[in-house]
C-alpha cells in the first residue's frame, strides 16, 4: 500500500520510525529512495546487517540499475544513525563531505552516493557509500604479546601512518570539507574540544566525577597551540580500516571527524586502550617510529608534549564516551549490551585518565 493512503487528505505524513531489526521495511523505504534518486528502477538484493561499530548501525546490500543505457552494479553500505544511539542525534553530513572531499586524494576511503541529515527516508540521517573489500583487523590479545608477525606489523603500521599523513597534510580549504565544523584558529583547537565533549559528560550524567572534573581543569590549563588546522578523524585507531593481503583498502568510522590540532590523532592513536600491554600504538608502532615517520611525511615537528596533551584528552574523551554509551543504554532504551559492558568499565577508565594526565603533566 502506498505510504500516501495510510493518511486522510491534508493530514501530515506521521514521522518515519527507525527499527534497525526491521530489514524488510528499510529495504522498501531505500528502494523507493533510490528509485528517486537514480530516477529509474532499481533490483536490491536484501539487507544484511553488521554487528560492527557501536554507534551507526550498518547494512550491506547489492544494488543493480540502468544509467544512460549502461547496466550498473554496486555493492554498498547504508549506515543508519539511530536516534538513541550513542551520539544520537546524528548527522550525516560531516562524514559525507569528508569522502566528498577526499575521494580522490591520497587517503583510502569508501566511494560516497547519497546522504541526508533529515529523518524522512529511515527515520534517521543516513549516507550510502561503497562496500569495500577488507576485514577490520580488532587484534586484542589477553597477554600482551604481538598481534601481528613482524612483517606484517610493519607493513600495515607504514601504510596507517602514510594514510594519516596524507589526512592531514589535505588542503581542506575549498572543499566539501571546509563546512564540517570545528576550529580554524589554531590557538583554540583545544578549546573547541574541550567545550565539545565536556558538554557530552554533562549531558550524559548528572554524577559528576572528581578525576574528570580535574582533567578538564587541567586540559584548559595546558592547552597547545596546533602547528596548523587539518581534518582531524577523531578516531584514528585500529579497528578503524579496512584490510586486505596485508594492504590498508579503506579508513572508515568518520563520525569524529572536525578541523582542528593534527597532534590529536596522534594523541588518540597512542591510547592504551589500543595496544593493551604492547609496546606497539594500535598494535602497529612504537611512539618513536609514528612520531619520526609521521613527520617525515607531513613535514610537522612532532611535539612529545604536545602529543601527551592529546593522548590524556583522548583517554578523558573515551572515558565520557563509556558515560555516554550507560546513557544511552539505561536511559534512551538503546538495547545493545555492549554499551552495559562499557558501563563496567568506567572505574578502570578514570583510573587510566588519572595516569595519563600525570604523565603529561
Request: aromatic share 12%.
Amino acid at each position: 500500500m502506498p505510504e500516501s493512503a495510510l493518511h486522510h487528505p491534508g493530514e501530515q505524513p506521521a514521522p518515519v520510525q527507525f527499527d534497525p531489526f526491521d530489514l524488510e521495511g528499510l529495504g522498501w523505504r531505500l528502494r523507493s529512495f533510490l528509485r528517486t534518486a537514480i530516477g529509474s528502477d532499481v533490483e536490491l538484493s536484501p539487507l544484511h546487517r553488521y554487528t560492527v561499530g557501536f554507534s551507526w548501525v550498518t547494512y550491506g546490500f547489492s544494488a543493480k540499475w540502468h544509467e544512460n543505457g549502461s547496466a550498473i552494479s554496486r555493492d554498498l553500505i547504508l549506515r543508519v544513525g539511530p536516534p538513541n544511539g550513542l551520539f544520537g542525534p546524528y548527522k550525516a553530513s560531516p562524514e559525507a563531505l569528508t569522502l566528498q572531499a577526499l575521494a580522490k586524494s591520497a587517503v583510502p576511503v569508501p566511494g560516497l552516493y547519497w546522504y541526508s541529515d533529515e529523518s524522512n527516508v529511515f527515520g534517521a540521517p543516513f549516507f550510502i557509500c561503497d562496500r569495500v573489500e577488507g576485514e577490520a583487523p580488532i587484534p586484542w590479545t589477553a597477554d600482551g604479546g604481538p598481534a601481528f608477525d613482524e612483517q606484517s606489523r610493519a607493513r600495515l603500521g607504514e601504510q596507517f601512518v602514510t594514510a594519516l599523513a596524507a589526512l592531514h597534510n589535505f588542503d581542506w580549504r575549498g572543499t566539501p570539507a571546509a563546512h564540517i565544523g570545528g576550529a580554524t584558529d589554531t590557538s583554540r583547537t583545544a578549546a573547541a574540544q574541550i567545550d565539545y565533549w565536556e558538554g557530552l559528560m554533562r549531558q550524559w550524567s548528572q554524577r559528576r566525577y572528581p578525576i574528570l572534573e580535574w582533567a578538564v581543569l587541567w586540559f584548559r590549563e595546558h592547552a597547545p597551540a596546533a602547528p596548523r588546522i587539518s581534518i582531524v578523524h577523531g578516531d584514528y585507531r585500529i579497528g578503524n580500516f579496512l584490510e586486505r593481503e596485508g594492504s590498508i583498502t579503506a579508513i572508515l568510522d568518520w563520525e569524529l571527524v572536525h578541523l582542528g590540532d593534527p597532534m590529536e590523532d596522534l594523541g588518540w592513536i597512542c591510547l592504551q586502550a589500543w595496544r593493551g600491554r604492547a609496546p606497539y600504538m594500535c598494535h602497529l608502532l612504537t611512539r618513536e617510529e609514528l612520531h619520526q615517520r609521521y613527520s617525515a611525511l607531513t613535514g610537522l615537528p612532532v611535539d612529545p608534549a604536545a602529543v601527551a596533551y592529546w593522548e590524556a584528552f583522548g583517554t578523558f574523551k573515551l572515558a565520557v564516551m563509556h558515560l555516554g554509551a550507560t546513557y544511552c543504554y539505561e536511559t534512551r532504551g538503546f538495547n545493545d549490551l555492549r554499551m552495559a559492558a562499557m558501563g563496567i568499565q568506567i572505574p578502570r577508565m578514570l583510573l587510566q585518565v588519572e595516569s595519563a594526565v600525570e604523565r603529561a603533566s
